[in-house]
């Protein structure tokens, strides 16, 4: 029985983590200005930030980190605020909200 309840949240989590990512989010920069961000079934996102960015996704304990072409990186996760973004570059960093679009 300990087997079985194993197996499943082996395969089960990193599966169920991905479902609850995947689809249109609409975040907002440090200056507030919203933009959208898609998590994409195949692993990649895209976001229409500035001229746009593409990336690669995965999931990081339950929650989904975005490597940018860019070479930025967001983090997304759930919080006790709700769903928030860690933006992170070379420079600097913040947090802000995200929320997901209806599907």
Same mark, same amino acid.
Do not use: C
């Given at each position: ?36 961000? #898609? *998590?994409?079934? $195949?692993?990649?996102? +895209?976001?229409?930030?500035?001229? !746009?960015?593409? =990336?690669?996704?995965? /999931?990081?304990?339950?929650?989904? #980190? *975005?490597?940018? $072409?860019?070479?930025? +990186?967001?983090?997304?996760?759930? !919080?006790?605020? =709700?769903?928030?973004? /860690? ?17």
């Amino acid at each position: 029985m300990k087997i079985i309840f194993f197996l499943v949240l082996f395969f089960y989590t990193p599966i169920f983590g991905q479902n609850n990512w995947l689809g249109e989010w609409i975040a907002v920069d440090q200056w507030q200005s919203e933009f959208s961000i #898609k *998590i994409n079934k $195949d692993g990649t996102a +895209t976001s229409n930030y500035a001229d !746009g960015e593409t =990336g690669n996704w995965k /999931i990081v304990d339950g929650n989904l #980190k *975005i490597l940018w $072409d860019s070479g930025k +990186t967001d983090y997304l996760f759930q !919080g006790v605020m =709700g769903y928030q973004r /860690i933006r992170n570059n070379k420079t600097n960093s913040y947090t802000s909200g995200l929320k997901r679009l209806s599907n």
